[in-house]
């Protein structure tokens, strides 16, 4: 990609609006534009990195036997009144049509992928099913001043399973321990499992959690990776010591990238969710719901990565592996590199402007700098 053709630049000066980190300096470097609080656009740029994210997570879903799917994001309200959340979900964007038919917008998708699968498991034998989606979610949150971290419209991979019984639900759930911690790992974000609780459907619930001072959420943990719980349910106290000999006890602030919940049968029974066993006995479908917020976790990498003159982004998400900048009279020598690196397979960001200093070239390669040196 030829920088002088790129839509969406490095700018010096950007509105005083943006207050978080994140969604300063993804804004100065050309990736994202605000288009109302919580609701971000993505320039090229931007969107290279959340398909980069998006791209790993779903590679490590479909490892964990997910099938992809896209579920609408306007749902039938009827649903929604039939688990009450219509009602309950704080959150939830509610549409009236010219029409006057009432809509839920998307903030989740229990009620759409439940009586979907209803259709098609009737015996043991159509379980277990994993299904998953990468999609933009709408929530009408409260606070949206953090970016990327807190947004109205944010793009969420959600994952739903569906068991036979509780046994295989838990074994699930425990595997998707292992694959929640692994993909944050890939993504160069040190998450923490950490025991959450579980809201209405069950006692706990787990979270994966980045320190990071701008975060919303604060956990107790042991620095020696054996013991995290989100404050919220924390018996414990900061300083106690780890039971395993680690030392004290740690608080942190902390972002939650990914969350993971047993939802066992709430809503199978809403929705007559059933299957018949061997016996030709009905039995309740298990569930379990894992989330990962993409473009949050995007925000979280800059949160992360970031120095005093801008975004250094990992490797596995830079937008560009390579970028290349031209210095007075070697525009013939940079074309050539430029060409054989493309023919080679790798992604060129080519600093080609002609009549820009060598200064300001580095100076906004700095600001979103794509590849780590
Ligand atoms: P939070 O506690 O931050 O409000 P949540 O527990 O309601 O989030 P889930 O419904 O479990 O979140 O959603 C799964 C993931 O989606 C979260 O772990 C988070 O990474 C992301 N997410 C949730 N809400 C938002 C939002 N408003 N903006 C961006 N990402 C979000
Ligand atoms: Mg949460």
């Given at each position: 990609m030829k920088y002088s053709k790129l839509f969406g630049k490095t700018i010096k000066e950007i509105s005083k609006e943006e207050t978080s980190i994140n969604a300063k300096l993804l804004t100065r470097a050309g990736f994202i534009r605000k288009e109302v609080a919580g609701v971000y656009n993505f320039l090229p740029l931007g969107l290279r990195v959340l398909n980069k994210i998006a791209q790993i997570v779903r590679e490590e879903m479909n490892k964990a036997g997910g099938q992809e799917l896209s579920l609408s994001a306007l749902q039938n309200k009827e649903n929604w009144d039939k688990t009450s959340r219509?009602?309950?979900?704080?959150?939830l964007f509610k549409l009236t049509s010219k029409f006057e038919k009432e809509y839920a917008l998307g903030p989740t998708h229990e009620e759409v992928l439940v009586p979907l699968v209803s259709e098609f498991v009737s015996s043991y034998r159509d379980l277990p099913i994993y299904a998953y989606q990468i999609q933009n979610k709408f929530r009408d949150e409260a606070r949206a001043k953090a970016g990327l971290l807190r947004g109205r419209e944010f793009l969420m991979k959600d994952l739903y399973s569906f068991h036979l019984d509780e046994k295989d639900l838990m074994e699930y759930y425990e595997k998707m321990k292992k694959v929640y911690t692994n993909t944050f790992k890939r993504l160069e974000l040190s998450s923490i499992e950490t025991k959450a609780s579980g809201g209405t459907f069950s006692d706990f619930s787990h979270e994966y959690q980045v320190i990071c001072e701008s975060g919303e959420d604060e956990i107790i943990y042991c620095p020696g990776g054996d013991f995290s719980e989100n404050v919220e349910i924390a018996k414990v106290s900061e300083g106690k010591q780890c039971d395993l000999g680690h030392g004290p006890l740690k608080k942190a602030k902390t972002i939650e990238v990914g969350n993971i919940f047993l939802l066992k049968d709430k809503f199978s029974r809403v929705f007559n969710l059933v299957y018949k066993d061997k016996n030709g006995k009905d039995k309740f479908v298990q569930m379990g719901c894992y989330g990962i917020g993409i473009s949050r976790v995007m925000g979280a990498i800059v949160e992360v990565h970031h120095d005093e003159r801008g975004i250094v982004w990992p490797?596995?998400?830079?937008?560009?592996d390579v970028h290349l900048i031209i210095l007075e009279n070697a525009k013939k020598e940079a074309d050539k590199i430029y060409k054989e690196l493309e023919k080679a397979g790798i992604d060129v960001l080519y600093?080609?402007?002609?009549?820009?200093s060598a200064g300001e070239k580095f100076a906004d390669a700095d600001s979103c700098k794509v590849s780590s040196e």
């Open positions: 219509w009602e309950s979900f704080d959150a490797d596995a998400v830079t937008p560009y600093d080609d402007r002609e009549e820009t």
